[in-house]
Antibody, heavy 118, light 110 residues
Framework: EVQLVESGGGLVQPGGSLRLSCAASGFTFSPYRMTWVRQAPGKGLEWVANIKQDGSEKNYVDSVKGRFTISRDNAENSLYLQMNSLRAEDTAVYYC???????????WGQGTLVTVSS | QTVVTQEPSFSVSPGGTVTLTCGLSSGSVSTSYYPSWYQQTPGQAPRTLIYSTNTRSSGVPDRFSGSILGKKAALTITGAQADDESDYYCVLYMGSGTWVFGGGTRVTVL
């Protein structure tokens, strides 16, 4: 069974940093692009970042460019999101998702809540 | 700035049919955008329903179908059931490893 388990969320002050992790199991991790999607309270889904299978290509939504960094460790079957210079508008549940066939999100984790507040 | 448009809400009677659409602020949605659809109930993670325009994900009932209607992608629920009451999101692949979600449609079954 495919499982994606996010961790690392919590309360952080504006301007602070947080590192999210996503542990993958039940499938071979390395052949898949992986993605972070977030959802602010009461709002819709927003694609945040994507990383190629070997980590050589990373893409971000404009609002997080220069502040967030996506990475992966294929040996550890893990995906990460380093979030710096956090803002109140980054408050959201962050989901990791497996990109299947390169074009859609076939599996989702349960999400981890990030709250940016003083 | 690409905006993906969805109806904010729809109401459907039990057993009825509803078609949700997914458009672009400028231009037409085609299969080249690999439109996919996700269902989400409050407090839960999204569930993949449809991918690559019209392919149902494993375990998804055949009352859910995807298509291109005119200039938009569409998700049709035929024979709606009470547990179809959810938020539905489309997402378009914009190329170069980037995606844009629509704002979501809340479907009420009553």
């Amino acid at each position: 069974e495919v499982q994606l388990v996010e961790s690392g969320g919590g309360l952080v002050q504006p301007g602070g940093s947080l590192r999210l992790s996503c542990a993958a199991s039940g499938f071979t991790f390395s052949p898949y692009r992986m993605t972070w999607v977030r959802q602010a309270p009461g709002k819709g889904l927003e694609w945040v970042a994507n990383i190629k299978q070997d980590g050589s290509e990373k893409n971000y939504v404009d609002s997080v460019k220069g502040r967030f960094t996506i990475s992966r460790d294929n040996a550890e079957n893990s995906l990460y999101l380093q979030m710096n210079s956090l803002r109140a508008e980054d408050t959201a549940v962050y989901y990791c998702a497996r990109a299947v066939s390169g074009y859609y999100f076939g599996n989702w984790g349960q999400g981890t809540l990030v709250t940016v507040s003083s | 700035q690409t905006v993906v448009t969805q109806e904010p809400s729809f109401s459907v009677s039990p057993g009825g049919t509803v078609t949700l659409t997914c458009g672009l602020s400028s231009g037409s949605v085609s299969t080249s955008y690999y439109p996919s659809w996700y269902q989400q109930t409050p407090g839960q993670a999204p569930r993949t329903l449809i991918y690559s325009t019209n392919t149902r994900s494993s375990g998804v009932p055949d009352r859910f179908s995807g298509s291109i209607l005119g200039k938009k992608a569409a998700l049709t629920i035929t024979g709606a059931q009470a547990d179809d009451e959810s938020d539905y999101y489309c997402v378009l692949y914009m190329g170069s490893g980037t995606w844009v979600f629509g704002g979501g449609t809340r479907v009420t079954v009553l």
